[in-house]
């Protein structure tokens, strides 16, 4: 009998095949008695384990050195250092001679102690070298042990991958590799690695929880990320069946292709930008194919992850300069480094806070440490001659901080000029609203701004106090609430009025649920998933704008937000059915 698991649908599409299990790279080895004659083999095989890690780490130094510059490759100093720390290699021999027991165990529980002690250490340098000392333990143990950490982009073999969790920098890696599809026992459908997955067009579920205890190496299980649901070790009629649903959805899929080359804009003349948001320029190819006009979301933090240095101002220009040549003579609209929720990185200190989304992220980062700041802005600014690039600031929540990061980017613009280097005197600058306090102000926020972003991923679960990574308040996260609709509305009219234009660049842009509604609304720019990007020209192309605004008009009058669902579904399905048939 087929065996059903129910998550959180992360990133739409059918997948079938073969397991693979990524653990969460903890060491927990068990205490074994070793004889007397076996100690001294437990002591070379300490000392050889070593050997290796130093060889892995000075490999990795020279990689690194060579691919960047000999500055970065320090980083691995103080890796090497614990490696000679000879208090802590004398202690795990003697142990292990004393207590006649494993030394992978006695390994362990040696750096325990380290740990705890540095860790109440008052000096802030001594306490940062917990993460060294972490980093290293797991390299010797994981050579102790015999086991080989395999990373997600070096598959032969098509998987799907299961797992606890997985970063961003875990979801990156499996871009145009051989993973199928992946899911987790958590996250949220608008966590990052779930949107990741659906720029990347790799079908996820979410939020399962018991993945890791059902599942298992080896098995054969079904993805459907559209609806949410694994199928372990399925039978040949329910492999049969799949495969069929399957095949009709690229069908449908391929069904929209012809639109590629039309324009987005209603029967009556009304005209939008369908643009895409992206995390890599390796995703370029995937969006003008599905024949977006630009870029609406560039995420830029993804240059701070999987990394122990910062990015310099050259990798910024180089990456920028890349983008907006791919994309001439359309639009790229920058983000600056927006950190902090469920996106952190451990070398900028970023503290952990008690209610990470509500903490030191995102612009108020950016504004505290201008130094961080200036290098993406200057990068920024001298990559705009090669393209139409914008910026962006992420969590703005009210006119000073506008302001004071209009002022940082005008010191970085007068140092430019003073050297004489060119840039794009004319660029935009746009406030993404996404706290509560940004929408019930956007009016004067409008008036230090070229335009606006609705990042109605934040502002959903700030307006409505619902974490949108957590699975268990996962039914409280509604883009339809009266409340975020209204909010919408209003951030909208207060752009208008004051002459500038707005996007939208959350998850909810991307949902043929809500394109109506938003149309309704007057939105000028849908940015989304590249994969979403031709359903929602076909319904854009399939209404006038006044029936559109008749939609918005009868959306905004209901009280809960599945009633607003149940009234989109029902026109959704009234006006452009092969949208509806498509979902």
């Given at each position: 009998?087929?065996?059903?698991?129910?998550?959180?649908p992360?990133?739409?599409?059918?997948?079938?095949?073969?397991?693979?299990?990524?653990?969460?790279?903890?060491?927990?080895?068990?205490?074994?008695?070793?004889?007397?004659?076996?100690?001294?083999?437990?002591?070379?095989?300490?000392?050889?384990?070593?050997?290796?890690?130093?060889?892995?780490?000075?490999?990795?130094?020279?990689k690194?050195?060579?691919?960047?510059?000999?500055?970065?490759a320090?980083?691995?100093?103080?890796?090497?250092?614990?490696?000679?720390?000879?208090?802590?290699?004398?202690e795990?021999?003697?142990?292990?001679?004393?207590?006649?027991?494993?030394?992978?165990?006695?390994?362990?529980?040696?750096?325990?102690?380290?740990?705890?002690?540095?860790?109440?250490?008052?000096?802030?340098?001594?306490?940062?070298?917990?993460?060294?000392?972490?980093?290293?333990?797991?390299?010797?143990?994981?050579?102790?042990?015999?086991?080989?950490?395999?990373?997600?982009?070096?598959?032969?073999?098509?998987?799907?991958?299961?797992?606890?969790?997985?970063?961003?920098?875990?979801?990156?890696?499996?871009?145009?590799?051989?993973?199928?599809g992946?899911?987790?026992?958590?996250?949220?459908?608008?966590?990052?690695?779930?949107?990741?997955?659906?720029?990347?067009?790799?079908p996820a579920?979410?939020?399962?929880?018991?993945?890791?205890?059902?599942?298992?190496?080896?098995?054969?299980?079904?993805?459907?990320?559209?609806?949410?649901?694994?199928?372990?070790?399925?039978?040949?009629?329910?492999?049969?069946?799949?495969?069929?649903?399957?095949?009709?959805?690229?069908?449908?899929?391929?069904?929209?292709?012809?639109?590629?080359?039309?324009?987005?804009?209603?029967?009556?003349?009304?005209?939008?930008?369908?643009?895409?948001?992206?995390?890599?320029?390796?995703?370029?190819?995937?969006?003008?194919?599905?024949?977006?006009?630009?870029?609406?979301?560039?995420?830029?933090?993804?240059?701070?992850?999987?990394?122990?240095?910062?990015?310099?101002?050259?990798?910024?220009?180089?990456?920028?300069?890349?983008?907006?040549?791919?994309?001439k003579?359309?639009p790229?609209?920058?983000?600056?480094?927006?950190l902090?929720?469920?996106?952190?990185?451990?070398?900028?200190?970023?503290?952990?806070?008690?209610?990470?989304?509500?903490?030191?992220?995102?612009i108020?980062?950016?504004?505290?440490?201008?130094?961080?700041?200036?290098?993406?802005?200057?990068?920024?600014?001298?990559?705009?001659?090669?393209?139409?690039?914008?910026?962006?600031?992420?969590?703005?929540?009210?006119?000073?901080?506008?302001?004071?990061a209009?002022?940082?980017?005008?010191?970085?613009?007068e140092?430019?000029?003073?050297?004489?280097?060119?840039?794009?005197?004319?660029?935009?600058?746009?406030?993404?609203?996404?706290?509560?306090?940004?929408?019930?102000?956007?009016?004067?926020?409008?008036?230090?701004?070229?335009?606006?972003?609705?990042?109605?991923?934040?502002?959903?679960?700030?307006?409505?106090?619902?974490?949108?990574?957590?699975?268990?308040?996962?039914?409280?996260?509604?883009?339809?609430h009266?409340?975020?609709?209204?909010?919408?509305?209003?951030?909208?009219?207060?752009a208008?009025?004051n002459?500038?234009?707005?996007?939208?660049?959350?998850?909810?842009?991307?949902?043929?649920?809500?394109?109506?509604?938003l149309?309704g609304?007057?939105?000028?720019?849908?940015?989304?998933?590249?994969?979403?990007?031709?359903?929602?020209?076909?319904?854009?192309?399939?209404?006038?704008?006044?029936?559109?605004?008749?939609?918005?008009?009868?959306?905004?009058?209901?009280?809960?937000?599945?009633?607003?669902?149940?009234?989109?579904?029902?026109?959704?399905?009234?006006?452009?059915?092969?949208?509806?048939?498509?979902?």
């Open positions: 009998m087929n065996e059903i698991l129910k998550g959180i992360a990133s739409s599409g059918i997948v079938i095949g073969p397991v693979y299990i990524v653990g969460r790279d903890d060491f927990e080895v068990s205490r074994r008695a070793v004889s007397e004659g076996d100690v001294v083999s437990e002591i070379v095989r300490f000392e050889e384990s070593l050997i290796q890690t130093r060889q892995e780490l000075i490999a990795l130094q020279r690194i050195a060579q691919e960047f510059d000999q500055e970065q320090q980083i691995f100093d103080a890796h090497l250092l614990v490696l000679e720390d000879r208090m802590l290699i004398e795990v021999i003697s142990r292990v001679k004393r207590e006649k027991c494993n030394v992978d165990f006695i390994f362990q529980e040696v750096l325990k102690k380290y740990v705890n002690v540095f860790s109440r250490m008052e000096d802030e340098y001594l306490r940062e070298r917990i993460a060294d000392i972490n980093d290293v333990g797991k390299r010797v143990l994981r050579i102790l042990s015999g086991k080989k950490k395999r990373a997600l982009s070096d598959f032969e073999e098509k998987v799907i991958v299961v797992a606890h969790d997985l970063s961003p920098s875990d979801t990156a890696a499996m871009h145009r590799k051989n993973i199928l992946f899911i987790t026992d958590i996250g949220g459908k608008t966590s990052h690695t779930a949107i990741m997955a659906k720029s990347f067009e790799i579920v979410v939020g399962v929880e018991v993945a890791t205890s059902k599942i298992t190496a080896g098995d054969t299980i079904i993805i459907d990320g559209g609806a949410g649901i694994i199928v372990i070790n399925p039978d040949a009629k329910t492999i049969a069946n799949y495969k069929e649903a399957e095949d009709e959805i690229l069908a449908k899929a391929k069904a929209f292709f012809s639109l590629k080359e039309l324009l987005a804009e209603t029967r009556d003349g009304r005209r939008v930008e369908l643009v895409a948001n992206i995390e890599l320029p390796e995703e370029i190819p995937f969006l003008l194919d599905h024949g977006a006009e630009g870029i609406g979301l560039y995420r830029s933090e993804y240059f701070y992850m999987n990394r122990k240095d910062l990015p310099s101002e050259e990798e910024h220009y180089e990456a920028y300069k890349l983008v907006a040549e791919m994309m003579p359309y790229v609209i920058i983000r600056t480094l927006d902090g929720g469920d996106k952190f990185i451990s070398q900028l200190q970023v503290p952990r806070d008690m209610v990470p989304f509500l903490g030191w992220r995102a108020r980062f950016c504004l505290a440490r201008p130094d961080i700041f200036k290098v993406q802005l200057r990068a920024i600014l001298r990559a705009s001659v090669h393209g139409k690039l914008k910026i962006m600031y992420p969590m703005i929540s009210g006119v000073e901080e506008m302001r004071q209009n002022r940082v980017l005008e010191e970085v613009k140092e430019l000029r003073t050297k004489g280097v060119p840039f794009d005197k004319n660029m935009e600058i746009g406030a993404m609203i996404e706290v509560p306090s940004a929408a019930v102000t956007a009016d004067l926020i409008a008036k230090e701004a070229d335009f606006f972003s609705i990042g109605t991923n934040d502002l959903i679960q700030y307006s409505l106090a619902v974490d949108r990574t957590n699975e268990k308040v996962a039914y409280l996260y509604e883009p339809a009266p409340a975020v609709l209204r909010l919408i509305k209003k951030i909208i009219d207060d208008h009025r002459k500038i234009w707005v996007g939208m660049c959350g998850e909810m842009s991307g949902d043929p649920m809500f394109t109506l509604v149309l609304m007057g939105l000028d720019e849908f940015s989304m998933p590249s994969k979403m990007i031709l359903q929602i020209k076909q319904l854009v192309r399939s209404v006038t704008m006044k029936q559109a605004q008749a939609i918005t008009e009868e959306a905004l009058t209901f009280s809960t937000a599945r009633e607003v669902e149940k009234f989109s579904k029902k026109k959704l399905k009234e006006l452009v059915p092969q949208v509806y048939d498509s979902l």
